[in-house]
């Protein structure tokens, strides 16, 4: 139950998570304007909610006895690779409960953020505003696009946040594509060869900055003072492909990347999930709101993450 006092409380799904940590740290690290309620699943511990957000008695019993101010939904299947194995499972979360907690906040009146993906475009025609035609190219792209539908379909207070790829402070590499390519780059696995794309260009964003731009958006919409737009965009302006990006991970750690092998074109064949090549979003809206949509330095970043680790 959130706690007895006059600030706004925020329930934010996917707590665990990569992005789900950063923005509960955001709202926390804003003294005493928030309560914070976060909830997980498989890696939940105190003061982390465990709720598995597919059993809709346990999700609705929990968020009306919580009673939040705002729901950000930050729970999803995020792989291309693994949504496209398991179709079901991720239509389930990333479709199906979305589409519930967006009823039942519309019920309770209150505002539903749903974070979403780059993906939802197809990469032909950039830089993307938010409402322009969406065009998944894939599973996860579209189950993410279905998302935003029932989200904007059944609360009318519902935002619809767009983000291109992840970065930041990781539990494991494997929380993100980007910090991922830190292992490849030391070459963990002892592997002769590895290949690496050279041909879809990303925008990493880090976490820090989204969990900020929330909070600043959580703050607006709250206090009424603006019209916010039901679909926004937010993503750092840096542009890498992986291959660049690991070329940049070599010199910072020293060693050599000889083992990568450059891959200038993409092909369909190796691979049932066809990614897009450039879904630059634009941050125009969201900096006529006045948000602060500035991105942390991506190399200044990863030498004060990788630098002191080596020392």
């Known amino acids: 139950m959130a706690p007895e006092t006059s600030h706004p409380t925020v329930l934010v799904t996917g707590a665990t998570g990569l992005l789900g940590r950063e923005i509960v740290k955001k709202f926390q690290d804003y003294g005493s304007s928030w309560n914070v309620v976060a909830t997980g699943l498989s890696r939940s511990s105190p003061p982390t ?8 008695d ?8 919580t009673m939040p101010s705002i729901v950000i939904h930050s729970a999803a299947e995020r792989r291309p690779d693994i949504a496209a194995k398991n179709p079901e499972k991720v239509v389930e979360l990333n479709v199906l409960v979305t589409k519930f907690l967006a009823e039942l906040t519309a019920e309770m009146r209150i505002p539903f953020i749903y974070i979403s993906t780059d993906y939802v475009f197809d990469g032909t025609c950039p830089p993307y505003e938010p409402y322009d035609e969406p ?15 029932e989200a904007l379909k059944h609360n009318k207070k519902s ?12 539990e494991k590499t494997s929380e993100s594509a980007i910090n991922a390519l830190v292992d490849i780059t030391l070459n ?21 900055d989204i969990g900020r731009a929330l909070r600043d958006l959580a703050d607006l919409i709250l206090s ?31 060693v050599p990347t000889t083992h990568l092998k450059k891959v200038d074109a993409v092909s369909k064949a190796d691979s049932n999930v066809i990614r897009p090549h450039d879904c630059c979003l634009s941050n125009k809206k969201l900096m006529e709101l006045g948000i602060d949509s500035s991105n942390v330095d991506f190399v200044t970043w990863w030498k004060k993450y990788l630098l002191p680790a080596r020392h």
């Open 58 to 65: 346990q999700v609705a019993q929990f968020i009306r006895t």
């Open 49 to 56: 909610v465990c709720l598995d957000l597919t059993n809709t």
């Open 135 to 149: 065009n998944p190219t894939n599973l996860y792209g579209i189950t993410k696009r279905n998302g935003e539908l």
């Open 188 to 208: 963990v696995n002892h592997e002769t060869e590895v290949e690496m794309d050279n041909w879809q260009i990303r925008y990493p964003t880090n976490t820090q």
């Open 224 to 254: 009424g003072k603006k019209e916010v737009p039901s679909i926004l965009h937010f993503s750092a302006t840096q542009k890498y492909t992986k291959y660049e990006i690991c070329q940049l991970l070599g010199e910072l750690l020293g």
């Open 159 to 170: 935002l619809i946040f767009r983000l291109p790829v992840l970065y930041g402070e990781v």
